[in-house]
């Protein structure tokens, strides 16, 4: 009842293009912060907005805000706490749809970075509060690029050390951030990158027309499939592009797979997704892909799992726990070489047998 609820709620917004949970990303939060603080950083130097970030009409911005999470608050760490504590740094993008939520510690996604912090993996977790609709792409990635150059560049964090985390359109960001890092070469490719339900193909969302609109697979998600929704979700996120722009693989990575090597030099990736969610055949385009290619790629699918559960707080709370544990054991794979040992090149000729590689 409560899931159908939501996707009638979801279907009612989208339609009327109305935003819910979002937040002015040019000003810090005015309010007492709890369990996060608020961090700029700073515009990136101009030498590294280059390929897709290199934009005539969309410009990044002079600050981006992060709001932080941390194991402990300065100086009040043991250093026997120290010492047991992990030392990876999440860069999170939160889901939305592009539209909705903010990185803001009240946020409903905000659910997923607090329980990450809770496996003491990481030293600390950077929410990216990056621009949402109606400002179009790359505005979301400029953001999240600056982010990631900052504590690279300026705060000096080994980029291996990085673990860029994204759930649903924040996966969308995640994987153009390793796309363009990888081919611009400006810094090192992250240490790992974490997919929670991430949507990998706008472009299904985008046809001729609404009639010519073929339906996403699982009806019973609390995702809504409205086709004029989608349309100008999509739409809008192209902005100035043109239309054919949606196949490109910064937006659509599982939408036209391309050649081998399409997902080369990719970090380790964990992909969490449900069989019951709208987004399950394009996530396992993905996983083929990424495979395909040679990506160590650890995959957890949970059955009858609904688009995003992690962040769906009604959830059965032993399959969110068991989620959990997976990452955290993905994690610590990461840090004595078991995770790249499972990068296999995977020989295909078509995306058939996508469920069985996975």
């Known amino acids: 009842m409560l899931v159908d609820f939501t996707r009638r709620v979801q279907g009612i917004t989208e339609l009327a293009g109305v935003q819910h949970g979002t937040r002015n990303v040019t000003l810090a939060p005015t309010e007492v912060l ?25 410009n990044p911005l002079n600050r981006v805000g992060t709001f932080v999470w941390e194991r402990h608050a300065p100086g009040e760490a043991s250093s026997e706490e120290l010492e047991k504590e992990g030392d990876k740094i999440g860069l999170y993008l939160h889901g939305g749809g592009y539209s909705h939520f903010s990185a803001h510690e009240n946020a409903q996604t905000s659910v997923i970075p607090r329980r990450l912090m809770e496996n003491n993996q990481f030293a600390s977790i950077y929410a990216v509060e990056y ?46 951030l390793a796309r363009w ?54 739409a809008n996120l192209l902005g100035h592009h043109p239309r054919s722009y949606v196949t490109d693989p910064y937006i659509s990575p599982a939408s036209q797979l ?5 997902f080369d030099h990719f970090p380790p990736t964990f992909i969490h ?29 949970t059955p009858d799992g609904v688009h995003d559960l ?46 069985g590689i996975a």
């Open 34 to 58: 709890k369990e996060t603080r608020f961090e700029w950083h700073e515009k990136m130097l101009p030498e590294s907005v280059t390929g897709v970030l290199a934009d005539e009409q969309v």
């Open 131 to 176: 621009r949402l609709l109606p400002n179009p792409f790359p505005a979301a990635l400029q953001d999240a690029a600056t982010v990631y150059c900052d504590l690279v560049l300026r705060k000096h964090i080994p980029p291996e050390k990085i673990i860029i985390i994204g759930d649903s359109a924040g996966g969308n960001v995640a994987l153009a």
């Open 181 to 234: 890092i990888r081919e611009e070469q400006r810094v090192g490719q992250a240490g790992g990158m974490i997919l929670l339900s991430p949507w990998c193909d706008p472009a299904h969302s985008f046809p001729e027309t609404v009639s010519s609109y073929i339906p996403r697979p699982n009806p019973e998600d609390y995702l809504a499939d409205e086709p004029a929704g989608r349309i100008l979700l999509v």
């Open 258 to 262: 391309g050649p081998a090597g399409c």
């Open 273 to 301: 997704y449900g069989d019951a969610e709208r987004l399950q055949k394009e996530i396992e385009h993905l996983i083929f892909g990424m495979k395909r290619d040679g990506v160590p790629t650890e995959v957890e699918m």
């Open 310 to 355: 992690l962040m769906v707080r009604f959830w059965n709370e032993d399959v969110r726990s068991h989620i959990y544990e997976r990452i955290e054991g993905w994690l610590n794979g990461l840090g004595n070489g078991a995770a790249a040992s499972q990068g296999t090149l995977v020989q295909v000729d078509s995306d058939e047998d996508v469920k």
